[in-house]
């Protein structure tokens, strides 16, 4: 079965979930009542760093396979990581924002609420836009084969980094050749050139099921 567009799909939920809270939370700073700023800081957190180091490079190994197959499909896929690059871009602003706020620095509040629904707005229509113009494309085009090695790819992926933490090695999502993944970019490692072999073993990724505090508990929980 797919089971990285499952993921996908359950992350898109969990997103949903995510930015309907962060709504509420708005909706009470905008009326004048204290927000849970502590909930909305773990919100952000989780939209700052989940989408960048797991959901996104899950996306863009299915790019190159989608890509592979169905050249037409570029100008779609083009779209789609623009979008990823700005609202990179515009979490961390918020986060930014966020952060200050929490602490007492004045901001405008005008210019706050404008920048969380813009910010949820295009959350929203990004992942519309995938499901209606991507994952159809993606199940109607690639194969059992490539859902079998995109499946198997990426938990090499994670063992590699697990591995690496075991020893001591800074890997993954935080340093070393992934370093750009902390910044909003796409963690490295797992778009390392492509090859088919099988992994010796399984191993669940730390990050895989990312817990932000107390933030996960209600959401969905699976592993591509």
Request: with cysteine; hydrophobic share 35%; aromatic share 6%.
């Amino acid at each position: 079965m797919a089971r990285i567009i499952d993921q996908l799909q359950m992350d898109h939920r969990n997103m949903r979930l995510l930015l309907g809270i962060l709504e509420e939370q708005l909706d009470l700073y905008s009326a004048g009542s204290p927000p849970d700023f502590d909930l909305i800081e773990q919100i952000i957190d989780y939209t700052l760093h989940y989408p960048s180091l797991i959901h996104h490079p899950r996306e863009d190994l299915l790019f190159r396979r989608l890509l592979a197959r169905d050249p037409g499909s570029r100008p779609v896929i083009g779209d789609l990581i623009a979008d990823h690059a700005e609202l990179a871009k515009l979490v961390q602003r918020l986060a930014a924002a966020v952060h200050n706020i929490a602490r007492d620095v004045e901001l405008p509040r005008e210019w706050f609420e404008n920048l969380v629904r813009d910010y949820v707005a295009k959350t929203r229509q990004h992942m519309e836009a995938e499901e209606r113009s991507l994952f159809p494309r993606l199940l109607a085009t690639l194969d059992n084969s490539d859902w079998t090695n995109s499946t198997d790819w990426w938990h090499r992926a994670e063992i590699r980094c697990l591995a690496a933490r075991s020893k001591g090695i800074t890997c993954g999502c935080t340093a070393g050749s992934c370093r750009r993944a902390s910044r909003g970019g796409t963690c490295r490692p797992l778009l390392d050139t492509w090859n088919g072999s099988a992994p010796s073993g399984r191993a669940r990724s730390a990050t895989g099921q990312y817990h932000v505090r107390g933030l996960h508990q209600g959401l969905d929980q699976g592993q591509a």
